[in-house]
């Protein structure tokens, strides 16, 4: 094998399987490293463990073909510091080194048989499939994952749950205490419905690799207990969490006593402040006191004193005193979008919270109960 690649799309090409190349340990393993593939005029680089298998195209000129498997920690730090902006690959069919020269700079490294190596297979057919952009699955995923749960003891909610049905695309997560649900629109309805949960870390290195700056079509398709998803270059295969995800629309409250009206940035300010004092504390719990049109919010730590705060409101309904936990609130307030945003709650019940304008997003926080 002999290739001729320019640095920046070596560089890209490694990034797209690194983080599952090196998921294992750094022991050598066929579920651990990456494949080079150079075969009828096209150089694929994949990466496979038993999670997630991933290859993309990357651009550049085959002198000879061949294939080379690796697992080397350092290969793309090496690369990315190359002093010269045309690369070669080179190795032959017999020799277990590859040989990567970039400058004044030559990289042997050992290779492993390519045929120990589980290629990721290109399904184009499944029981669903459904096409939308990379900046409406970024939105969903970003919007969502980050309430997912890490304890194992539950694995049904350490992933997202993917609905789909007609035209609608809804993904939603949930750790029990909080619930993050984003809806979009899909230009053409599915056939069939899909529902799947789909791991969270494994959502975010889709994310991670979805282009926002021109939006690209993104095709999925569900295959058995895996999802399929091709956009550009890029091919990922990613298990799913067997197990059946609750119904999420039951957990959404709809019946609600105070309806409040507030600016995102001077709310996140104070809980900001707030959290302080209460990150140290057992639960960070933080009081909220909703009345006469102003929020108060109030934490306290036994060792180290208590905070107040105030902020101006809109406030419909019965005055409400309510403790949630500061760190939910604000990771709910990042994922909002508009100037204002709108709480939804009664006495020991969740609090719903959503943009004033742009309802698509819908969180969901359950209070604390305090003595």
């Known amino acids: 094998m002999r290739l001729k690649l320019k640095k920046e799309d070596?560089?890209?090409?490694?990034?797209?399987?690194?983080?599952?190349?090196?998921n294992k340990s750094n022991n050598i393993s066929s579920e651990n490293g990456l494949l080079?593939?150079?075969?009828?005029?096209?150089?694929?680089?994949?990466?496979?463990?038993?999670?997630?298998?991933i290859k993309t195209i990357v651009p550049g000129i085959i002198q000879e073909s061949g294939e080379a498997f690796i697992s080397n920690p350092y290969l793309m730090e090496l690369t990315r510091r190359l002093p010269s902006d045309e690369i070669e690959i080179i190795k032959g069919d017999a020799d277990t080194?590859?040989?990567?020269?970039?400058?004044?700079?030559?990289?042997?490294?050992?290779?492993?048989?390519?045929?120990?190596?589980?290629e990721?297979?290109?399904?184009?057919?499944?029981?669903?499939?459904?096409?939308?952009?990379?900046?409406?699955?970024?939105?969903?995923?970003?919007?969502?994952?980050?309430?997912?749960?890490?304890?194992?003891?539950?694995?049904i909610f350490?992933?997202?749950?993917?609905?789909?049905?007609?035209?609608?695309?809804?993904?939603?997560?949930?750790?029990?205490?909080?619930?993050?649900?984003?809806?979009?629109?899909?230009?053409?309805?599915?056939?069939?419905?899909?529902q799947a949960v789909i791991?969270?870390?494994?959502?975010?290195?889709?994310?991670?690799?979805?282009?926002?700056?021109?939006?690209?079509?993104?095709?999925?398709?569900?295959?058995?207990?895996?999802?399929?998803?091709k956009f550009g270059n890029v091919y990922v295969r990613t298990r799913l969490i067997e197990g059946e995800f609750p119904n999420y629309r039951?957990?959404?409250?709809?019946?609600?006593?105070?309806?409040?009206?507030?600016?995102?940035?001077?709310?996140t300010g104070a809980v900001e402040r707030a959290s302080i004092v209460a990150k140290d504390a057992q639960y960070n719990v933080i009081n909220f006191t909703i009345a006469d049109n102003q929020i108060k919010l109030m934490s306290q730590h036994p060792d180290y004193g208590t905070i107040e705060d105030y902020v101006s409101c809109q406030i419909e309904g019965t005055p409400l005193e309510i403790s949630f936990n500061g760190k939910f609130i604000l990771d709910i307030l990042k994922h909002c979008h508009d100037d204002e945003v709108i709480l939804k709650s009664r006495e020991n019940s969740p609090m719903l919270v959503q943009d004033k304008e742009d309802l698509s997003c819908t969180f969901v926080v359950t209070p604390m109960r305090t003595k």
């Not at 080079?36 to 298998?53: S, T």
């Open 36 to 53: 080079i593939k150079a075969l009828n005029n096209i150089i694929e680089f994949q990466a496979n463990d038993y999670d997630m298998g």
């Open 158 to 194: 350490m992933g997202t749950y993917l609905d789909v049905q007609g035209n609608q695309i809804s993904m939603v997560a949930t750790d029990t205490h909080r619930l993050a649900l984003k809806t979009a629109t899909l230009e053409e309805s599915t056939e069939n419905p899909l």
């Open 97 to 118: 080194q590859l040989i990567i020269k970039g400058g004044s700079l030559k990289f042997e490294c050992l290779t492993m048989n390519p045929d120990d190596f589980n």
């Open 199 to 229: 791991p969270s870390r494994l959502l975010a290195e889709i994310s991670r690799q979805l282009p926002t700056d021109i939006p690209e079509p993104v095709e999925i398709t569900a295959v058995r207990n895996y999802l399929a998803v």
């Open 10 to 22: 070596l560089n890209k090409g490694l990034q797209a399987v690194q983080k599952v190349a090196q």
């Open 250 to 267: 039951r957990v959404i409250p709809t019946d609600f006593k105070c309806l409040v009206t507030i600016n995102r940035a001077e709310f």
């Open 120 to 155: 990721v297979e290109i399904v184009e057919n499944g029981y669903s499939h459904f096409t939308t952009t990379s900046v409406i699955m970024k939105d969903l995923i970003d919007n969502t994952s980050y309430a997912c749960a890490t304890d194992v003891a539950r694995p």
